[in-house]
Structure formats: structure tokens, C-alpha cells
């Protein structure tokens, strides 16, 4: 262990970069605990704060340069999904953080586990508030982390760093640790606060522990069930606890991952969020289950309706116990999702059931006619015959999100993905972190044009790091699903089109290949040649698919 007389001031650098050390310092130990953790992917975009945390990195920590933090945070959230493991984020004091606080608002929202370290000013001078002082950097981000925290001394910076590791990991959530800039040339300490090495956390739900919910499925006429975001490793239990019941099994509206194969004879569609669609398409059953998600996801309040009838039972089964507390229902399970349906399966009757008719999906769309332009119906219909079979599709296409519902159907387990909860840009971002945390995978992002813009950075990334991932891009120069949603309210938008937005340009000025099609076999031939060979490509390429109505 070093002593503060090992520290000495070589020059009288403000940011602390040109400090030499004899012995450990607390930026040595941080990488030790790094490592132990798998954090060796940091995602960032660099700034004066974080100099001395990130020059001469070691040659076993990789950097990964984001071009806007927004975009940064979205790569990182799509990388921790893929490996189901905390990725590790570096943010530049109050601008990057501010600029970062959308993407981090998703992340908690998809239940991404990332370590967020937030640089700050010298702790020497932070009472004068210098320039790049970041006040109350902990609480910018609002409710949004799962965890925040200053470490009291710099010596506790490492244990804070596991720390926010295991905070991440449990809660399934982006953890905030601000670390002022000084603190990394800091002597470390063997005393200083740690953390576990490693958490063992046993999933296991006992029969008796469902007894009351499968006593309320056992009771039931006409039972049905709304799957929202299960785990991938819940998909099995979640298909066999619906097939032991025989009922319905819908997809909760705005859904951010699948959690039943929608080619399964028991799935009965998406459930629409216009609260009265969402009240008449439950009202045939008198209990309702909720797997995964809590009862019910809504969005506009355009209806004072009840969302289920006042006869109707619901419960609900998650392992998340804030969704199981902001639901109004009879019965509440909080418990790991795929042992709990497990349980239930052991303990309930087989039943004759009450099966869905089969979803109806739209008919293929014929070619447009001469002069007629490309439709999103004609790329997702060319896209659905010709996605590979382990493909994982990113959907973030507001007004073309309920046509791809129905002509695209998900059969397998994390084969989809979409932003949590409304907060645009994880689309272009989160498929570039997905890709590189599945190297060997297909990855396929459905986007919106005016989507596209809230990441539009991210293409810097996916070129420069050599990340094969597809991007569809509808260009239709406006955002449709704001002026349907005008129109519904009885009139227009106050807000321009942007027709002369060059998406494909901006692409390629970033170093993304693109491609334009305007035509149904310039889509056609484009999609042959892209899809066959995306396991294995190293270069993004984006389509700019050219759409009217």
C-alpha cells in the first residue's frame, strides 16, 4: 500500500495528468476491478474530467469512441442486452451527462445493466466551482439509474466501481458513479470499501409460493395472458405455462422485446393501446395474467374507459417489483419469471381451453404500379421473406411500428428489440452495440428517417469498429406518426416536413456505406445481396428506403 509521501507534483497541470505516482494508485486498483468484472469495453466520448482515467489506457482495455453521448449510452445499452452483462460508459461531467440523460431514461426502461462513470472537477477546488463543475452530477439524471453515488475519498473509487457493478447487475439498470478528476493519481488504499467479488443469486420458486395464482388460473373460464418483456432464458417456461392453460396469449402494446413466438397457434395478436381496443379485446376473459410486465401498458389518454372489465380478475406475474406495485390488480407475483411459471405448470389442471382463432396477417402487397412509390408494407413484406432465422430485428419506426407488428412476425427468443419507452435514438445506436456484443449474429434495424437523426453519430462508431450491421431507413421526410396523431386531434401539425434531409449522405460522410432505393427491385436486388452474408459482414451498410404513402 502507497503513502500520500509517494505522490509528487511534477508540473502544475489544473487537470492532474502530468501527477507521477510510486505504487498503487486508485486508477491502477479501478482497472484491477475492471477486469475482474469484464468492464474492459469502456463507451465514451471523451472530456477533460476523465484525462487522467483515460490516457495510456492498458492494452486489455479497449475504447470505444462514440461521437455524441446520446449515442454513446444507446451502444453501451444495446452491447450489455446482447451479453446480458453491465457495459461500462464514460461521460464528460454536466454536458455529457446532460446530453446522455434520454438514452439513460431508456436504458432503466429496457432493463439494460450499465456502469456509468461521470467525470467531475478536482475535489481541491470543486467548492469554488471552477469551469466544468458539474453540480449535484448525481442527481441529474433523475430517477432514472438504479444506483448513484459520489465516493466520499478517492480511495473508494474502485469498491464504488464494483459497486455499481452489482447495483447494475441486480437491478437490471444503468448505476451512476461520479469520480472527480483528481481522484485517479490518488495513492490507493487496501482498507479502502469494496465489494463482493462475485454474487450468487439463486432462482428458484418454490409450489407453494404460486399456489394462490395457479388456484386462480385453475379457477378460471376463459383465462388469457399479456406477455410484455420477459427474459430471454423465460421463453420456454412462458410457452409452456400458456399451452398447459390452452388460452389466448397477447403481446402488450409498445412492447420493447417479444416474449412469446408470434407463429404460435396460442398467440392472439398485439394488443392495441387505444384504451378501448385494449378494453374490448380483454373483456371475453375473466382472468387476465400479466407475465412479465405490469397490468396495463397504456400510452395517450384518448378514452375514459376502464381497461378491463369490472368483472375481470388480474394478475400479475414479474420478476420487476416496481411493475407489480403501480398495478392495479387482484393478485401480484414478484419472483423470477421463468421458475415461477414453472411452479404453476406443476400444479395446474389440464384444460380443455380457449384457443384463439388464428391471427390474421395482411396479404403480400402487390408491386406499386408504374409511378406509384415504394410503401413500408413493400419493405417490410420483402424483409420478412428474407430475414434469416436467428435475425434480431430493432424496431424503431413510430408510424410503420403497428404494419410491422403484423407482416413481420418474431418466433424466437430476444429476436426483437425497441426503444423502452419512447425515447428516440436507441434505434440506429442500440443495434450498433447489439452487433458488437454478437459478433456473429444478424442484426437488422428497422428505422424511421426522423428517427435515424437522434443517433445519426452512431454511424461514425459502426464504420470506424467495423460493425456489420443493417439498417432500413423509411425516408418519407417527415414524421408521420405526429402528423397522424394531428390529424386524429382534428387538425395539422405546426411543424414542417424535412424533405432535404440526405440520410444515405449523411451516412456516408460519417464513413457508413448506403445505398438508395426508390424502386421495388432496386429493393428487391439490394435485400438479395445483404441479407444472405450478414452473420458474417464487417462494414454497416444503411438503405435509404425512398416511401410514400
Not at 444495446?78 to 451527462?97: I, K, S, W
Not at 448506403?514 to 445483404?530: C, M
Request: proline share 8%.
Amino acid at each position: 500500500m502507497a503513502d500520500s509521501t509517494s505522490v509528487q507534483n511534477a508540473a502544475a497541470q489544473g487537470n492532474g495528468a502530468h501527477r507521477r505516482v510510486t505504487g498503487a494508485t486508485v486508477r491502477d486498483a479501478a482497472f484491477e476491478v475492471m477486469r475482474r468484472h469484464g468492464l474492459t469495453t469502456i463507451f465514451g466520448n471523451p472530456g477533460s474530467t476523465e484525462i487522467a482515467f483515460l490516457t495510456d489506457l492498458p492494452s486489455d482495455i479497449r475504447f470505444v469512441l462514440g461521437l455524441h453521448e446520446g449515442s454513446v449510452v444507446g451502444m453501451a445499452t444495446g452491447y450489455a442486452l446482447a451479453r446480458g452483462e453491465p457495459a461500462f460508459v464514460n461521460l464528460h461531467t454536466a454536458a455529457g451527462l446532460g446530453n446522455a440523460v434520454n438514452a439513460i431514461a431508456n436504458a432503466r426502461d429496457c432493463r439494460a445493466p450499465l456502469v456509468i462513470l461521470v467525470g467531475q472537477q478536482d475535489r481541491r477546488q470543486i467548492a469554488f466551482e471552477p469551469f466544468l463543475t458539474g453540480r449535484a452530477l448525481e442527481r441529474l439524471a433523475g430517477e432514472y439509474p438504479v444506483w448513484r453515488h459520489v465516493p466520499n475519498r478517492s480511495q473508494d473509487v474502485p469498491g464504488s466501481i464494483a459497486r455499481a457493478y452489482h447495483e447494475a447487475k441486480a437491478a437490471k439498470g444503468p448505476a451512476l458513479l461520479v469520480v472527480p478528476m483528481g481522484d485517479w493519481l490518488e495513492p490507493a488504499d487496501e482498507l479502502a470499501a469494496g465489494a463482493p467479488a462475485k454474487v450468487v443469486r439463486p432462482h428458484s420458486v418454490e409450489t407453494s409460493q404460486v399456489a394462490e395464482l395457479a388456484d386462480l388460473l385453475a379457477g378460471a373460464q376463459s383465462p388469457a395472458l399479456v406477455v410484455g418483456a420477459p427474459d430471454e432464458q423465460d421463453w420456454d417456461a412462458v410457452i409452456a405455462l400458456a399451452e398447459r392453460l390452452r388460452c389466448p396469449v397477447w403481446q402488450e402494446p409498445f412492447t420493447r422485446r417479444v416474449g412469446f413466438p408470434q407463429d404460435h397457434p396460442l398467440f392472439a395478436g398485439h394488443l392495441a393501446w387505444q384504451r378501448r381496443l385494449m378494453h374490448d379485446a380483454l373483456a371475453p376473459y375473466d382472468v387476465v395474467l400479466t407475465v412479465g410486465t405490469n397490468a396495463f401498458r397504456a400510452y395517450l389518454f384518448d378514452e375514459p374507459v376502464a381497461l378491463v372489465e369490472s368483472e375481470t380478475r388480474v394478475a400479475v406475474l414479474t420478476a420487476d417489483q416496481a411493475e407489480a406495485h403501480r398495478s392495479p390488480c387482484d393478485l401480484a407475483v414478484v419472483a423470477p419469471v421463468a421458475a415461477a411459471c414453472r411452479a404453476l405448470v406443476e400444479q395446474l389442471p389440464e384444460r380443455a381451453g380457449n384457443p384463439p382463432e388464428p391471427v390474421r396477417r395482411p396479404a403480400r402487397l402487390a408491386p406499386p404500379a408504374a409511378g406509384e412509390p415504394l410503401r413500408p408494407g413493400h419493405v417490410l413484406d420483402a424483409l420478412s421473406e428474407r430475414l434469416p432465422d436467428d435475425a434480431l430485428l430493432v424496431e424503431e419506426c413510430p408510424s410503420s411500428q403497428p404494419e410491422l407488428y403484423q407482416r413481420v412476425p418474431v418466433r424466437i427468443p430476444f429476436g426483437y428489440l425497441s426503444t423502452a419507452n419512447g425515447c428516440l435514438g436507441f434505434g440506429v445506436a442500440g443495434s450498433i452495440g447489439l452487433r458488437m456484443g454478437l459478433p456473429d449474429r444478424p442484426v437488422v434495424a428497422v428505422l424511421g428517417d426522423g428517427s435515424t437523426m437522434y443517433a445519426i453519430q452512431a454511424l461514425w462508431s459502426a464504420a470506424r469498429y467495423d460493425v456489420g450491421v443493417l439498417l432500413i431507413v423509411f425516408a418519407n421526410g417527415r414524421y408521420a406518426v405526429m402528423d397522424a396523431l394531428a390529424g386524429r386531434h382534428g387538425g395539422a401539425g405546426a411543424w414542417p416536413g424535412f424533405e432535404s434531409v440526405d440520410i444515405g449522405g449523411l451516412a456516408r460522410s460519417l464513413g457508413c456505406p448506403s445505398v438508395r432505393v426508390e424502386t421495388h427491385d432496386d429493393l428487391l436486388r439490394v435485400l438479395d445481396e445483404a441479407l444472405p452474408g450478414l452473420a458474417e459482414r464487417r462494414a454497416p451498410l444503411l438503405v435509404e428506403c425512398v416511401v410514400g404513402e
